[in-house]
């Protein structure tokens, strides 16, 4: 029996999470503002037009950044190699 002891409190902790989404999922009270005048305010607002809508966006710079380090290529012959690790004559 003592074994099972170390389930207590993941019992305790399921215990209270049911009774917390039993009172969380509870129906609500209706106390919201659901008038004619609240409609019209939310309506007024919606027509209002946005106050940067006449600005223009400044242009994004995109980086080229693809989180790949990438070494710049060396030109010409002085810095190649073969594939067999040899530098060509």
Do not use: N
Request: net charge positive; charged share 30%; no cysteine.
């Amino acid at each position: 029996m003592q074994i099972l002891v170390w389930l207590a409190p993941s019992g305790v902790v399921l215990v209270v999470m049911m009774a917390w989404a039993a009172w969380a999922g509870r129906p609500q009270r209706e106390e919201r503002d659901r008038s004619d005048a609240a409609y019209e305010r939310f309506a007024k607002a919606i027509a209002k037009e946005h106050p940067a809508a006449g600005r223009p966006r400044p242009a994004v710079v995109r980086d080229r950044s693809t989180g790949i380090a990438v070494r710049p290529s060396r030109s010409g012959a002085d810095g190649a190699v073969e594939r067999d690790g040899t530098r060509p004559a």
